[in-house]
Structure formats: C-alpha cells, structure tokens
C-alpha cells in the first residue's frame, strides 16, 4: 500500500484543488495538493515537500482532517489529507495542468480522483452544516 499525503488548503470559504497532469494516470482529474510519502520521512515533511516542489509554496501543516483507503486497478493507496495554511509563495503551476479555488458547493462541478470522494462528501456536509448553524 502506498502513503499519500495532500492538504486541504482554505483561503476563506475557498479550498485549493489542482488538476492532474494528462500524461500521468488518472490524468486530468482534479485533486488536493499532495503526493507519496519518501522513504525515511513523516507524513507532515513529505507534504510540505511536495507542496514546494507541485507549487513553489511553504505550508504549515496542522490536523489531520481525514484519511482513506483506495484500491485502484493500478495502485493501492492510503490517502491523509492535513488541514494545512500557505505561509509563504503564491501556489504556481509547476507540475499540474490548472488550479483553481473552489467553494464546497463547486464540487460537483469538477471530476475528482475517486480516492477523493469520500472527502469531497464530508467536505459538502460540513459546509452544509455550517449554513444552517448561523
């Protein structure tokens, strides 16, 4: 099983999602930010590594928002995703084909990583909870 990491990156009632590069498999889906973890290091360092190589920022990595298991015809992964804040750099596009900041509500909008979906569910009810809560 591979480690995943990603971050779920807000800017307000926006979060940041990145599109897959077409040659790469499952390429053009969109996803969070993140890659595998490297033998020898924590989860928290190989996200912020990745975040600096896929897009030239600085994170500060916090909680972990939720993790899941995917089994893929090709790859079997377990995915962490981090509640994560950009301390420094605006993200770039260095290795994805787009990024784009959305609304949970935008969701379903975009095509996903399927290893994704279950985030994207608990993501769209938070919200929807936090609506009916003012």
Not at 21 to 49: D, M, S, Y
Not at 72 to 98: C, F, M, Q, R, S
Not at 116 to 125: G, V
């Amino acid at each position: 099983m591979v480690e995943v990491v990603a971050a779920l990156v807000w800017d307000e009632d926006k979060f940041l999602i990145c599109q897959r590069p077409a040659h790469k498999a499952r390429g053009l889906l969109w996803e969070f930010v993140g890659g595998k973890v490297e033998h020898g290091e924590t989860k928290e360092q190989a996200l912020i590594r990745e975040c600096m190589e896929e897009l030239a920022i600085s994170l500060s990595v916090g909680d972990v928002f939720m993790d899941v298991v995917h089994e893929y015809p090709d790859i079997k992964v377990h995915l962490t995703l981090y509640n994560a804040t950009i301390t420094e750099g605006i993200p770039k596009l260095i290795e994805h084909n787009d990024l784009k900041w959305i609304t949970p509500e935008e969701i379903p909008e975009y095509d996903f990583c399927p290893a994704d979906e279950e985030i994207l569910k608990r993501l769209a009810n938070l919200h929807h909870c936090s609506l009916h809560k003012h």
